[in-house]
């Protein structure tokens, strides 16, 4: 799909849309590269969106911040703590996406208790209807923290790496996410740090298969992004990738990320209610 496509599609959708629709970037094990794909795929989707929003729930080692290096005089910290509300701590990121920081070392953050995290989705429902689409980065593992935000996405986007403790790990993501019974959601699978090819389409087979096996789900293959140099040499520049080396080759998977992506998007749209809505249900059932 080139460029032109799909700005159309997405402005087309944009307009049918009444709320955002929402991926989540997560994972089982640390350190996959969650928050370098997520910064890069707000700016991909920015390019030919509006309204992109990213925020970092990452609570308590958030680092979107530092990836764009933008200052945030503000972070959701702030808005847990009732001293800023949440357009407050909005900031422009390079690239034109907007980002919502989390914050980092505080262990508060970290270990929100149930009554926070309600009013940190109270907050963000206002979001939905404001954004055209809306990337959160989740941090890894199954916490609640991590849970709360990846249990009502439209598209959850599990990044794992072609090493055996990272297949395992976004397995046991797959597991805990499959139990929760919500069939509108996609769960989606991204290999990055590939080598070849056929590295990332052996690591989708594998753990589809199983899913599929005994879990009963489905994982769509979202791809996967080539291991590139480029990537550290932006992340040491404080620069994101796509816009340090736009033409590198993990630069060129995003795009492709983004076109897989953007399939789904479609799908999730006749969703009733917004995403931030759901969460909040979810909370008080
Ligand atoms: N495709 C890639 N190619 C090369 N290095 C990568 C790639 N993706 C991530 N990395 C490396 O992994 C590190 C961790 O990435 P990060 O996005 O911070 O992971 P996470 O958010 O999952 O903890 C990056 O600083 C970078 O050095
Ligand atoms: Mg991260």
Redesign the pocket.
Known sequence: MTLMDQATTLRTLASRQTRASVIAVT?G???????????NLAIQFAAVARNVVLLDA?LG?A?ADV?CNVELPFNLSHVISNKKALRDVMVRAPGGFRLIGGASGLARMADLSDYDRQRLVDSLALLEQQADIIII?T??GISPNVLSFTRSADDVLI?T?PEPTAITDAYAVIKVLSREGREHRRLSLLV???RTPNEARLVYDRISRVARQFLGVSVYDAGY????????QA?RKREPFLLASPRCP?SI?MAQLAARLQNGLAVALPQPAGFFYRMSKWFWR
């Open positions: 994972s094990k640390g350190g996959v590269g969650k928050s370098n794909i997520a910064v990452d080692l680092n990836l980065d941090g890894a990044v790496t990055n740090q590939i992004i080539f291991h590139d140099e480029c990537v550290s992340v993990a998977c």
